[in-house]
């Protein structure tokens, strides 16, 4: 027997109630994370529409992040979005203790930071922001790019300056497995502290889409800033791209 999607309002196509009602399926673990969907001849039958509806309504949780279409094997629904806290010490809202990694979850094997390259300064628009952030020329920076891994998959891609150099060579060797702002800062003994941090929202450029593993233009939450030594020497400048779908920055003020 056909079940109906909802019917009100009146006014909603009928894939997005039928969006609606695969949702609240989702929500309600009828549909677990990574557990695949029926077939769209299976949706058809069950809910009583035509192939084409099913398609959009798949469609429409695919871009709301609900699920994964994977071409030739079926459509799966994603993992609840991560919350990665920016830990402030409350009392002093300043010590620097490389916060996402405060905040992440226990992972797996497999989980954690790892650097990816240490590409040379070149003057690009990244580099040049480093430089003007840090006041220093693009030549005296030095640059380390890492991924973050959770749950077995790329969330985040992160990049730091700092005005040191060379770094060691150990520190910035691929497949280096840390916590690149300890480390960076244990590397050219200093202690760092937040100067500032703000948070946006880009399309991924072809190079973060490669490392995370998405669709050039997907949506990253951006997370950068400057810290600094205790005397206010801008020491470091870090922008994280985290994949939106599946993780969310959540900044908190308050001892728990």
Do not use: K
């Not at 196509?13 to 990574?34: M, V």
């Amino acid at each position: 027997m056909a079940t109906n999607p909802p019917s009100t309002p009146s006014n909603t196509p009928l894939y997005r109630r039928l969006a609606r009602r695969l949702q609240e399926r989702i929500d309600a673990g009828g549909y677990p994370a990574g557990a695949r969907l029926p077939s769209e001849p299976e949706l058809s039958a069950e809910f009583g529409v035509n192939r084409l509806t099913v398609r959009q309504a798949v469609a429409e949780l695919e871009r709301a992040a609900v699920v994964e279409i994977r071409r030739g094997v079926g459509t799966f629904v994603r993992p609840p979005a991560v919350r990665v806290s920016i830990a402030v010490d409350p009392r002093s809202q300043r010590f620097d203790l490389g916060s996402v990694h405060e905040a992440l979850p226990e992972g797996g094997q497999g989980d954690g930071e790892f650097v990816v390259a240490a590409p040379p300064v070149t003057g690009s628009a990244e580099d040049e922001e480093a430089a003007r952030q840090l006041g220093r020329a693009p030549d005296e920076l030095s640059r380390v790019d890492s991924v973050i891994r959770l749950g077995g998959r790329a969330r985040a891609a992160c990049s730091y300056w700092v005005p040191f150099g060379p770094l060691p060579a150990e520190l910035v060797r691929p497949g280096h497995a840390g916590n690149l702002v300890l480390d960076l800062a244990r590397a050219v003994g200093v202690e760092l502290e937040y100067d500032w941090r703000a948070f946006g929202a880009i399309g991924a450029d072809l190079a973060d889409a490669e490392l995370l593993g998405v669709p050039a233009g997907t949506p990253l939450l951006v997370r950068e800033g400057v810290s600094c030594t205790p005397d206010g020497t801008p020491s470091l400048y870090v922008r994280r791209r985290i994949d939106g779908s599946s993780a969310r920055f959540v900044l908190h003020f308050r001892e728990r």
